[in-house]
């Protein structure tokens, strides 16, 4: 039992890894976008500031830990396989640079998982419900909102005093704090997940079924996350920060502040929304304040499919991890099987259509001289 827990921290804290470098772009598409800043740069202070985000509060925490599954009715086991599930989800997505939420792979992989375990009964809807469900459905468009609001007083501002060029280096400035508050409440909402999960797994294995964070669990999660968001999502990045809208400085300034506040919020009410769908909101509010046709449809329609699909999608995967565990040496398979998936996701990431004909036609030619 003691190896399970171990493998269950170990995949909790990769998992983290995998939201840190899948939701770099949360924090610094805009800034990257807008060259407020390089790329670089803008990742190590995204870094910096993950870190810090995660010693704020623990409400979010306390959420994961309890709210979606009932902490008495799951196992290691289970916990084990709905952190597979869900960093399976994350690797694929971020394979093929689609933003979807971390969030959402993480309580989808946990509830399918623990259904597949115990059934029904075992998650606690209303709590679902209230504090996952309908916040990460609002989430986005008050982002969307929020960021229209925001850029309908710039442009009242900028239209006054004129100098498009002095104002876009004003802005660009701006988007250093309001990307940095992003990069903050990020770390607060989100590595917080992990360490609610964490802290089930040691709620499992105790006498004493009274949630608490341990100080090691909130610096490991927060190591893991920053390392993540130094690794970089430049696939998700170019998708947020360049696909959905070109956006002037002035618009990143006003998508970050509302993403940030709305982040700060639901962070104090414990509400773990995703930070991915939250930017995303708020680049289009940001967009659709100055010109409508300038947001592209098409991504947001991408994104929005993503929203809907990554709950089921990673739950469906976190269920059949379960099944793996109940076979004999189940969880050292499914260790196994992970550890083969995204080693395959990671090799193979830089591959094209071109480079898999190239590959088709080399073996082709192989092929042909073999039967010479």
Same mark, same amino acid.
């Given at each position: 039992m003691d190896l399970i827990l171990v493998a269950v921290i170990a995949s909790a804290l990769f998992f983290n890894f995998t939201n840190g470098f899948h939701d770099t772009a949360n924090a610094i598409a805009t800034i990257v976008s807008t060259k407020a800043l390089s790329p670089r740069t803008a990742v190590i202070g995204a870094s910096v500031l993950n870190l810090a985000g995660a010693f704020i509060s623990l409400n979010v925490a306390a +959420? *994961?830990?309890g709210d979606i599954v009932n902490p008495i009715a799951v196992t290691l086991p289970t916990i084990l396989a709905g952190l597979v599930g869900a960093i399976i989800w994350n690797l694929l997505t971020w394979r093929v640079g689609m933003p979807s939420s971390s969030s959402h792979a993480l309580i989808g992989g946990l509830g399918g998982a623990? $259904?597949?375990?115990?059934?029904?009964?075992? *998650?606690?809807?209303?709590?679902?419900? %209230?504090? $996952? @469900?309908?916040?990460?459905?609002?989430?986005?468009?008050?982002?969307?909102? &929020?960021?229209a609001v925001v850029m309908f007083i710039i442009i009242l501002v900028i239209r006054r005093r004129g100098q498009k060029p002095a104002t876009d280096k004003a802005f660009r /400035?701006?988007?250093? @704090?309001?990307?940095?508050? $992003?990069? @903050?409440?990020?770390? +607060?909402?989100?590595?917080?997940? %992990?360490? &609610?999960?964490?802290?089930l797994a040691l709620i499992t294995v105790s006498a004493d079924k009274t949630f608490n964070v341990p100080l090691w669990v909130i610096i490991a999660s927060a190591a893991a996350m920053a390392a993540g968001t130094w690794m970089g999502g430049w696939r998700i990045i170019k998708t947020i920060g360049e696909k959905i809208t070109k956006l002037e400085p002035s618009q990143g300034f006003a998508a970050q502040t509302a993403t940030a506040v709305t982040l700060g919020v639901t962070s104090h009410f414990g509400l773990p929304v995703s930070t991915t769908q939250t930017i995303s909101g708020s680049i289009v509010g940001a967009g659709m304040a100055t010109k409508l046709s300038s947001v592209n449809w098409t991504v947001i329609g991408h994104i929005a499919l993503a929203w809907l699909i990554t709950i089921p999608c990673a739950a469906a995967m976190g269920a059949i991890a379960d099944l793996i565990t109940g076979l004999p040496h189940g969880a050292g398979i499914?260790?196994? !099987? !992970?550890?083969?998936?995204?080693? %395959? *996701?990671? @090799? %193979? /990431?830089?591959? +094209?259509?071109?480079t898999r004909a190239q590959i088709k036609t080399l073996l082709e030619l192989l092929r042909r001289n073999r039967g010479r």
């Open positions: +959420t *994961i830990a623990a $259904v597949m375990s115990a059934g029904w009964d075992v *998650i606690q809807w209303h709590e679902l419900n %209230t504090k $996952v @469900l309908a916040p990460s459905v609002i989430s986005p468009f008050i982002g969307l909102a &929020g960021a /400035r701006l988007q250093l @704090l309001s990307g940095g508050f $992003v990069a @903050l409440m990020h770390g +607060t909402n989100d590595a917080q997940k %992990t360490m &609610g999960l964490i802290s499914l260790l196994l !099987l !992970l550890t083969v998936i995204a080693l %395959t *996701i990671y @090799l %193979t /990431r830089n591959w +094209t259509w071109e």
